[in-house]
């Protein structure tokens, strides 16, 4: 089978000798002899002789097809020069000379792999010549040639028969074309074959120029606004200003760039929208993220503001500011958009606008929870007033039933706490988790704002008041709640121990909140910790019944015990004191035996006038108020004789070397003349 390919020099495809390429390559991979055309004048010459186009293809193919191991001469190729147009001047083994140096210089700087590098040009390729003479000026001696030249392809038997065994493929013939497929495929695929043309070259070079002096302009334009972007600032007209900048700069890069190769052109204005686009994002993203922080905060005041009166739907509210929001948001992420038309495409804000739908909802969630936190706290508030003074009130008034009546006025509150909490829950949009949690809560923070209460009144000092009010009101009060005057034939006994033991017994009833009547029981609310997200204590819901311990219970009964012994001793007293008073008989006897005595006071008038006297200035001092004055008057005067003569004694004392009498702390003695002072 024979392949022939176009010259590597032809006129038809210019200087796109990209196709040249790939065909040499190709036909030196799949071939067992290539044939290489060339007139005796390029023999010698660099460029004429097309060694860079050899040198390209050695070098592709051993990067592609040498990694063989070249254990024996077998897989080798043959490369065949017929030298066209010899005249013979030159002799053939000077020219097969000078082909083989070219070759062995070609193949000796060639950038080979790691693994071939030790390998000749031998262990690849075999070489051989052939020339023919000129075909118009020796046409006999051509045709001669080309006979000559024939029999090398078709006598076997010549020693320079080309299909050797030694370059023989051993590829079947149903498998030559997947074979050949496969190597143009490897062919095609490899970019060292590209090599630019000097169009191509010069263009890149202009294209490359003009590109930066496009860019220079665009960098100033872009960091004019990049601070303010920066800063969190939405800038207003972005979008406009980022278009006409890419647009100016694209349309300065096609006046200029459009003359030079269209492919090149095409490639190098794509490299620039690329580098546009990329000093474009972080502006628009930029503007993105300031628009959605700016808008999150404007939907948090919309909706604070709307929440501030007291009748409102938070979902109408909420909807209406999310819309509001994102309609905003749209608005303002389409006109930062940097690129016109169809162009505007990949310029997609999708993820930052259900990034900011979503932080809308975690916000609204937020001021829902605030909002529904604010309302249980007023419910709370407002069971609390409602609640203290009928717990105080029946705690001041025990009776067999008084826990009865506490619980059914706590179930009654709680049940307006819950009812308002649902009727204002609708309006907050609130979820049935949510108000599962809510009423638990209330429920807990209920139970305890009761038990906090209960505590309250029935701390130790207060319990044993109640009970001493209690045990008064039984033992000195009769059934009608009159106070008794105790008497000897009064049963003080029987009175104190009846007082006592069912004072005893408000100890148990108060002990422990246990309901007679057992449809209460469901007063009491048993909320799970878990369902509590707010608290972070723990509740135990049997352990609130308790009010104070056995042991608490046993040491109230005993303090108790003792104030009531103290009142029963003193009703014992009363009843001796009456027992004990002077006889009414005694009183006639004393009346007569001093009747003599009254008489003579009564008619002296000595002792009478004096009496008369002295009641009368008593009456004027009480009259004026002077009572405390003048005894304190008279007690100051006795003092200060009495300090007088105490210091006259201790003098007289002193001369006559005896004891000095004891006087008070810091009380002096006789006159300041003689400073005499204890010491």
């Known amino acids: 089978m024979v392949i022939d390919v176009e010259g590597t020099d032809g006129r038809e495809r210019g200087e796109d000798q990209e196709f040249e390429r790939k065909s040499t390559l190709f036909s030196l991979a799949a071939s067992e002899v290539l044939i290489v055309n060339l007139w005796e004048n390029q023999v010698g010459l660099y460029q004429g002789a097309n060694m860079v186009l050899l040198k390209t293809v050695f070098e592709v193919h051993l990067s592609l097809f040498g990694n ?43 950038s080979k792999p790691s693994d071939v590098g030790k390998h000749q040009l031998s262990d690849y390729f075999d070489m051989s010549f052939a020339t023919l003479s000129h075909k118009i000026f020796a046409a006999e001696q051509f045709e001669s040639d080309v006979q000559e030249l024939r029999k090398r392809f078709m006598d076997k038997g010549r020693d320079d028969y080309v299909f050797q065994r030694a370059y023989h493929k051993r590829i079947p013939a149903d498998g030559v074309a997947l074979y050949m497929e496969s190597i143009w495929a490897q062919v095609q695929m490899n970019k060292d074959l590209d090599l630019p043309t000097q169009q191509e070259l010069l263009a890149q070079f202009r294209c490359d120029e003009i590109s930066a ?8 334009q872009v960091k004019s606004q990049k601070q303010p972007v920066e800063t969190g600032r939405v800038v207003e007209g972005l979008g406009t200003m980022m278009r006409t900048w890419r647009s100016s700069a694209l349309e300065r890069y096609d006046r200029d760039a459009s003359r030079y190769h269209p492919g090149v052109y095409e490639r190098k204005r794509g490299d620039l929208v690329g580098v546009l686009d990329s000093a474009l994002s972080p502006l628009f993203l930029g503007q993105l993220k300031n628009l959605h922080k700016t808008c999150l905060t404007q939907f948090e005041r919309e909706m604070h503001e709307c929440t501030r009166g007291e009748d409102y739907n938070f979902a109408e509210i909420s909807m209406a500011a999310r819309e509001h929001c994102e309609a905003a948001f749209c608005a303002g992420a389409r006109e930062a958009v940097p690129a016109k038309d169809e162009e505007a495409a990949q310029w997609t804000f999708d993820g930052e606008s259900t990034l900011l739908r979503e932080d809308m909802s975690s916000v609204a969630d937020q001021c829902r929870r605030e909002e529904t936190k604010k309302m249980i706290d007023a419910i709370e508030r407002n069971f609390k007033r409602q609640i203290l003074d009928p717990i105080e009130a029946h705690l001041r008034m025990p009776t067999p039933k008084m826990w009865d009546e506490i619980l059914l006025v706590f179930r009654t509150t709680l049940g307006g706490a819950e009812a308002a909490y649902i009727a204002k829950a609708k309006n907050l949009d609130c979820t049935e988790t949510e108000n599962l949690t809510a009423l638990s809560t209330l429920r807990k923070n209920a139970w305890l704002v009761f038990r906090t209460k209960v505590d309250e009144q029935t701390t130790d000092q207060n319990f044993l008041v109640k009970l001493r009010m209690y045990f008064e009101e039984r033992f000195r009060c009769d059934e009608r709640g009159v106070p008794r005057v105790w008497t000897s034939h009064d049963d003080i006994d029987g009175t104190f121990q009846r007082a006592r033991d069912e004072t005893l017994a408000l100890v148990t009833l108060y002990s422990k909140i246990s309901p007679v009547d057992g449809s209460l029981a469901w007063a009491l609310p048993d909320v799970p910790v878990d369902a509590l997200a707010s608290s972070d204590e723990d509740f135990d819901f049997a352990a609130s019944l308790t009010v104070f311990s056995q042991a608490k219970a046993l040491d109230l009964a005993a303090a108790f015990r003792k104030d009531a012994e103290a009142f029963y001793v003193e009703a014992k007293r009363s009843t001796v004191a009456s027992a004990t008073r002077v006889p009414r008989w005694m009183y006639g006897l004393v009346a007569i035996l001093g009747w003599n005595e009254a008489m003579f006071f009564l008619f002296n008038p000595v002792y009478l006038v004096s009496m008369l006297f002295i009641a009368v200035i008593r009456c004027i001092m009480i009259r004026l108020g002077l009572v405390d004055p003048v005894a304190q008057a008279a007690r100051t005067t006795v003092r200060a004789v009495e300090n007088r003569f105490r210091g006259h004694v201790v003098q007289a004392v002193a001369w006559h070397g005896g004891p000095v009498p004891a006087l008070e702390d810091s009380q002096t003695v006789g006159d300041e003349d003689h400073g005499v002072h204890r010491d």
């Open 68 to 110: 063989k191991t070249v254990d024996s001469r077998n897989q080798r190729t043959l490369l065949l020069f017929v030298i066209r147009d010899h005249i013979g001047t030159t002799p053939l083994a000077d020219l097969q000379e000078t082909l083989s140096a070219d070759m062995q210089n070609i193949w000796a700087s060639l």
């Open 213 to 220: 002096v496009a860019l220079s302009e665009f960098n100033v």
